[in-house]
């Protein structure tokens, strides 16, 4: 059974970092693209960072940009997202999810995607 689980959320003041992690099971992260997203009460789930197959191309929402970085570790199965500087506007459920490639890039947009874990919840707040 294929399976994607979040893990390493929590409560953390602004200023803060926390590392998420996103293990696969049933199978193998190595051809698929990842991407996390997040959302905020609300219907929006917004793209933060997705990393190609290959682990060579990266892409960061702009509000993260610069505090956020995504990684792989294939021998692991596992994808990570250190979040840095974390401001109260961080604060949603995030979610990690996958897709087949087309390309040697990676996307945002979330009708990409295939498969979704059920999320773990990040809160920034003093």
């Known amino acids: 059974q294929l399976q994607l689980v979040e893990s390493g959320g929590g409560l953390v003041q602004p200023g803060g970092s926390l590392r998420l992690s996103c293990a696969a099971s049933?199978?193998?992260?190595?051809?698929?693209?990842i991407g996390w997203f997040r959302q905020s009460p609300g219907p929006v789930r917004e793209g933060v960072s997705c990393?190609?197959?290959?682990?060579?191309?990266?892409t960061y929402a702009g509000s993260v940009k610069g505090r956020f970085t995504i990684s792989r570790d294939n021998a692991k199965n596992t994808v990570y997202l250190q979040m840095n500087s974390l401001k109260p506007d961080d604060t949603a459920v995030y979610y990690c999810?996958?897709?087949?490639?087309?390309?040697?890039?990676?996307?945002?947009?979330?009708?990409?995607?295939?498969?979704w874990g059920q999320g773990t919840q990040v809160t920034v707040s003093s």
């Open positions: 999810a996958v897709y087949r490639p087309r390309n040697s890039v990676c996307s945002l947009r979330r009708d990409e995607y295939d498969y």
């Open positions: 049933g199978f193998t992260l190595n051809s698929y693209a």
């Open positions: 990393i190609s197959s290959g682990g060579g191309s990266r």
